[in-house]
């Protein structure tokens, strides 16, 4: 079952009179319940497609439909909407530093109108779900990287999305911790059979939770399909 499906999509930016080509014509589709990696250099296009599916970036053509409906006609209140059900978790947390742990999580659900119990009630549960009891009452300051991303994964589920978009998530932690963190995105995939599209320059994350891959170069996908077949050796 497809649930995000590209076609011809294209992004070009124009910088003091250049035109790069950002995203060049790719065509992909992902399905409900799996775990898609986007793997490439820096530079070849990665971030700009993962910002094209949750309407944080317009493409110049082509086009994005998730669940059905069509990103780049969709505008205000339905686009707002429509992003709830696309959430994302950054390479820097993206975590609001006056705020508490508790509160970080509960700010998606203030701004979707739910009211305080029902608030109270979802952030525990979705505490416990990224194992950060005993931390509500934490600023960000005081965590470790590891628990900021579990903040960042609480917050982004709190308005249960369809997909979760991973941006570099796990860049900036150290490698016993994006393993955790790993594995928390992998339990949360079969508990709740959220779909998942991260993006990275890390073969070894495409290798841990990956179901299908897509090889990014210079904008275009050069190679796509399972883990397995398109990183076996020879
Ligand atoms: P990746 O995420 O794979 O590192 P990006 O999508 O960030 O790649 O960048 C792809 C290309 O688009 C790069 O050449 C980058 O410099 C360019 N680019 C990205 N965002 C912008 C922007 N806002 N303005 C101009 N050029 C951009
Ligand atoms: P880690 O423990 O994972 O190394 P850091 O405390 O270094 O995390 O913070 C990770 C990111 O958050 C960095 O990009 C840093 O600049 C940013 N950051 C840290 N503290 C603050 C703050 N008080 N306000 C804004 N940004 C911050």
């Not at 975590?95 to 739910?114: C, D, F, H, K």
Request: hydrophobic share 40%; charged share 25%.
């Amino acid at each position: 079952n497809t649930l995000i499906n590209l076609q011809h999509l294209t992004k070009r930016f124009s910088r003091s009179g250049n035109e790069v080509t950002a995203v060049d014509g790719v065509d992909l589709n992902i399905r409900e319940g799996e775990i898609y990696g986007i793997i490439g250099y820096s530079g070849a296009g990665k971030s700009t497609l993962i910002r094209m599916l949750n309407g944080l970036e317009q493409p110049t053509s082509g086009s994005v439909t998730v669940n059905g409906l069509e990103m780049s006609s969709i505008s205000g209140a339905e686009l707002r909407k429509a992003r709830q059900k696309v959430s994302m978790i950054f390479q820097h947390f993206n975590l609001l530093w006056s705020r508490t742990v508790e509160e970080n999580i509960s700010l998606p659900l203030e701004i979707a109108g739910a009211d305080k119990a029902a608030r109270a009630e979802r952030v525990r549960e979705l505490v416990r779900l990224v194992g950060l009891e005993g931390r509500e009452k934490a600023y960000p300051s005081e965590l470790s990287g590891g628990q900021k991303q579990r903040v960042g994964i609480a917050r982004a589920l709190a308005n249960e999305p369809r997909v979760l978009l991973c941006d570099e998530a796990t860049s900036a932690l150290d490698p016993e911790t994006t393993d955790s963190i790993l594995d928390l995105l992998t339990s949360i995939n079969r508990r709740l059979g959220l779909t998942i599209v991260l993006i990275t320059h890390e073969m070894h994350v495409i290798r841990k939770i990956c179901h299908r891959v897509a090889v990014m170069e210079a904008g275009k996908v050069v190679e796509e399909g399972d883990v397995l077949q398109v990183f076996k050796s020879p």
